[in-house]
């Protein structure tokens, strides 16, 4: 083909155009492109990718960062003070406001940064025939003239022009608003039809909500409908969270409190004589202190630590509040198949119904490892020998009404396709039933695709002669339902489910009928009966042992582990049993029945039931909301095109990476990247770690906060006034060294600390329980007072020893100031090894488990230093080089937070021993293993 570039196809009424006019314009055909073609397109027009305006702003975000009541203080405070010429003060609190600024703008771009390359993390796959040949690539790689294949809970890879559709509706509400999914022909559409109208094109972007088509693409990337209004969308790459909303409307009320007793430290400054600047500057430092600047830069890192964590432990973050939200999970709702198990099918079992009326059909045993194509056919143990023909009917009808192929991976087999239907294939491969001859003999003419709803797939061919023939095989009721035999038989036919399905089998069953001669399409109406039972295929999918694990580890972190399933009720009960999930026979139930329940007999079934088989989508949709009724958070997984609106109704929408749908993932918080059970313990794991950390964070920052406003207050109201000026231990600006360098040095660390001891051994998180929990109020005002108390008396015995040793006063109140600053650094040293475990001590958890701290502490020394020691600093924070014994007086002083931290944490730990123990004797309490479980709180 020529090397020139395609004509530019907004240009073009692609819907006026024939489906054939359409393959010929863009220089395509129904088998495709060449893949050199294709590689050539991709060349000349760049791969299919829409560059959306992700996440907010730059300037957005530094507005963000300027946007808080507790900044407008410190703005203000820095004009008063320059309008009062005090210059170098007001100059050094603005360049700590924009130093703040803009570390909080880098680590929430950052922050931004990772949260948005996760949305890479999720493969977007497309569908393509090239060269006659079907296989799936990156959506990416889709280029103009490409045949797409697309089906239900696929995205649309690209703008393209129908060629044949089955049922296809689309959800086109991405690019026109219109919620309800459209319904798609192939036939020409007038030219003036408006977007919403083009029913025989479809939209890269949009959603197929229902049935198949093929259609070749005729534009990709920026240029598709999509591409062209993409600077109107925004990725949703949220970095807000309930935690952070909750934090700023505390950071609000707090502003105001600040205000107001700053505004009563001017007062009594004034009536005790302070010269009115030195009133106001008093109350500026009040503000600065009691402000916690570095916080909101400590939340995001915190959530963008976790989230990146999760994604290394396969779980990627698509909705940030649900970093926050996994550590409280109660309940977590699992399918079954490829997330509980291995989704590794293997036939085991076949049964053919008697040859007469009478007589119990025969059970036979299928060996063979795998997917190997070499088996046996046992009867009662010993080989069958060769294959009887009912038994090759039931195997060519299993192996023809089936999409799956197996394939040779190096030295091995493998399937591509549905597992279950790649079981079929194999155990027709292994007895003897050759695919690739068989398929030659009986061509496919149409097909009704498996559908959960149907729960059954169907296949018309043509036979040899010339004769058609529908196959058809699903859950065993679904099929029998549209055979032809009467009750007795029916009743014989199910017992022999229920004993297969009752060894944990997953059961096919597989019918026949013949159709009309000239027969071109199948339906479902075609479907609805006629049929001859061929008999069952049971098959065996093997737990995940991981799952096992994690399922154990869930039961000891007061989390209950549901299965959710589409398969028979006896077998679901079966590997129920087998994960862990259900005591030896335990409740089950079944779909059909929980459909009958009202709301609130189904409340109190879905409080007593860990299985749940025969599940229908819908149904996923009401145990959801039950449970969320009795207060649980819930977390539910799902993946197909209908699991969507359970996904967005649970508190945490689980979706599978791998087999997953485009939809599901669409409306998913998670996204597994391997679809493993475990993965979500993990996530949910990593969320507690998170919670605990930002606890942690909290614990640490706000006591010095409180400790620094309290040394003002004491001050203010109780030190002398000497020569009209008043004694003041610690000044606006060198608060801000504390609160913006000390503070954030020592407290990101705490983000790394490793996960607490007991972190899936206590219940979850009550999500109505308040950040500002007793335990952080109880521990800012005990460390708070002790830090102040500290401060206070080293700067009256540095100044009061260093005035009578007869040192001019000027240079001992500074020197004193900078013993008092020291002391409180110094202070914070301490104590955030104390804040590194919240119920452990340093010894259990390991001095050098989190080396972070020590590079905090190190960066922190060293700046402290020069604060001390450097002229520059002196001039800026008003501070004095001090002489070795006044460091030491300050670390002997610091250091007394050592033994009252030991002290508070007995007591607590003590508390929550009774509290527990308390618990255990009131025979309500349904959580499991919580024994001093609350101690981490203090509740
Ligand atoms: P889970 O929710 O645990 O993943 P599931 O997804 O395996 O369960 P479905 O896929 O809805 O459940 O399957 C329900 C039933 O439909 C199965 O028990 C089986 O009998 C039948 N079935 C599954 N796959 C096919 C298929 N490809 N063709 C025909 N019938 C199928």
Known sequence: MSQRVLPPSAAIAWHNLSASDALSKIESAEAGLADSEAARRLEAVGPNVIQRAKGDGALKLLFRQINDPLIYVLLASAALAMAMGEAIDGAVVLAVVVLNTAIGFVQEFRAGKAIEALVDMVPQTATVVRGGQRSAIPAANVVPGDVVVIEAGDKVPADARLLSVKNLRVDESALTGESVPSDKHVAVVPEDAGIGDRKNLTFGGTLVTSGTATAVVISTGAATELGRISSMLHEATEIETPLTRSMAKVGRVLTIAIVAVALVIVGVALLRGYPPVDAMLAGISLAVAAIPEGLPAIITISLAIGVQRMARRRAVIRKLPAVETLGSTGVICSDKT???????????????????????????????????????????????????????????AGMLCNDARMKREGDAWGIEGDPTEGALVVAAQKLGVDAGATRREYPRVDAVPFSSELQLMATLHEAPGGDRVIFMKGAPEAVLGRVAIGEAERAHVMAQVERMAAQGMRLLAVASRPADRGAASLDEAHLAEGFALLGLEGMIDPPRPEAIDAIKACHAAGI??????????????????????????????????????????????VASTNVFARVAPEHKLRLVKALQAQGKVVAMTGDGVNDAPALKQADIGVAMGI?????????????????????IQAAVEEGRRVYDNLVKALAFVLPTNLGEALILLVAVMTFPVLGGAPLMPITAVQILWVNLVATVALSLPLAFEAMEKDVMSRPPRDPSE???????????????????????????YEYFTEVRGGVVSEVAYREAQTAAVTTVVLFQIFYVINCRSLRDSLLKIGLFSNPWIYVGIGALLALQLCFVY???????????????????????VAMTILPVMSVERWWRLRRARRTAERERRTPTSDVRGVAGAMANRGA
Do not use: C
Request: charge should be negative; glycine fraction near 12%; hydrophobic fraction near 45%.
């Open 659 to 679: 087999t997953g749908t485009a939809v599901s993932k669409e409306s998913a918080d998670v996204v597994l990247t391997d679809d493993n059970f475990a993965s």
């Open 770 to 796: 308040p950040i500002l929990s007793r335990f952080v109020l109880v521990r800012t005002a005990i460390v708070a007072v002790l830090m102040a108390a500290g401060a206070i008396g080293l700067f009256l």
């Open 338 to 396: 490829g997330t509980l198990t291995r989704n590794e099918m293997t036939v085991r079992a076949l049964w053919t119904p008697p040859a007469g009326a009478a007589g119990d059909g025969e059970t036979l045993e299928v060996t063979g490892v795998g997917y190997a194509p070499v088996g046996e056919l046992r009867r009662g143990g010993a080989p069958a020998g060769e294959a009887p023909e009912a038994v090759r009917a039931l195997l060519r």
């Open 560 to 605: 209950t582990v549901k299965m959710i399933t589409g398969d028979h009720l006896a077998t679901a009960r079966a590997i129920g049993e087998q994960l862990g999930i259900v005591a030896e026979g335990g409740r089950a139930i079944n779909g059909t029945e929980l459909a009958r329940l009202s709301e609130d007999e189904l409340r109190a079934a």
């Open 870 to 892: 450097a002229p520059f600093m002196h001039t800026l924070f008003g501070s004095a080089p001090l002489p070795l014994d006044a460091w030491v007086r300050s670390t002997l």
